[in-house]
């Protein structure tokens, strides 16, 4: 089974938007896994799901100059978080949070896989996904010979439990970057662009979150692969959603126009 969704952009494209946790589906096999009551699980997914980050990405698109390419995640994070390292690499293993989630956001009990049933979440849905935006980035880069990904998320006004880094600052936009794939012209240009839909522009970097997604078999090889993560407050995304839109797809005409 697929659970991601891929648009096609414009042919020559840079671009591609990157939407992975968003949904707040579960398929049935999955949701046996959980030990939470329906109403437990509702609050969960309430607590941990970026909502409407996917009307950004989609928003933004229409708006671009020139189309981007979009990959969606289809299934909640709760299945699988395909931005986490699927291995000792990840920090987030530590308060059971990894690609397979084990605790939730208040530290309770989610689910107690064994190790046969986390590599069959790891085999049935991170390693398809992975491979899709993979194959992507390295058809892009085929076509075009260079790929800007923008990772789009959103965060609460106050940190959940399972933040490791949660008592820094919380603006309204957070710009994520990485030491090698984020050069100092692609932050400037998301700090720029979506400083114009923060409501007092108060646009941070790399707190409360740091990072952005790249495709494992390019991280920290290949340059021409670059990729900003934009995580924006909760409050700013329900009041101010046609500003982001707008804002988003201003940050894809930057890369657009190179």
Not at 102 to 114: D, F, K, N
Not at 147 to 160: E, F, G, K, N, Q
Not at 207 to 222: I, R
Request: some cysteine.
């Amino acid at each position: 089974m697929t659970a991601f969704e891929i648009t096609p952009g414009d042919p020559s494209s840079t671009v591609v938007v990157h939407v992975p946790h968003a949904s707040t589906w579960i398929p049935d096999q999955v949701r046996t896994s959980i030990g939470l009551s329906d109403e437990e699980l509702t609050a969960e997914l309430e607590a941990i799901t970026d909502h409407d980050t996917d009307l950004i990405a989609v928003g933004a698109a229409r708006l671009a100059d020139v189309t981007p390419w979009l990959f969606v995640n289809q299934a909640s994070r709760l299945v699988i978080d395909p931005e986490r390292f699927p291995d000792e690499r990840e920090e987030l293993s530590a308060v059971g949070m990894g690609a397979v989630y084990e605790r939730t956001t208040t530290g309770a009990v989610l689910r107690s896989p064994t190790a046969a049933e986390r590599e069959a979440l790891l085999d049935g849905f991170y390693t398809p996904y992975s491979q899709g935006f993979a194959a992507l980035v390295r058809d892009r880069l085929a076509v075009v010979g260079k790929v800007t990904i923008i990772d789009v998320h959103s965060y609460p006004v106050v940190a959940l439990a399972y933040e490791l880094h949660g008592d820094g600052p919380r603006p309204e936009v957070c710009v994520g970057t990485d030491a090698f794939h984020t050069s100092p012209e692609l932050a400037l240009a998301a700090a720029s662009a979506l400083a114009t839909a923060a409501p007092t522009g108060d646009v941070g970097v790399n707190s409360p979150f740091l990072g952005s997604y790249v495709p494992l078999d390019q991280y920290e090889q290949n340059p021409a692969v670059e990729s900003v993560m934009l995580e924006i407050r909760r409050d700013v995304v329900r009041d101010h959603l046609d500003a982001l839109i707008a804002a988003t797809a201003a940050l894809i005409d930057t890369r657009s126009a190179r």
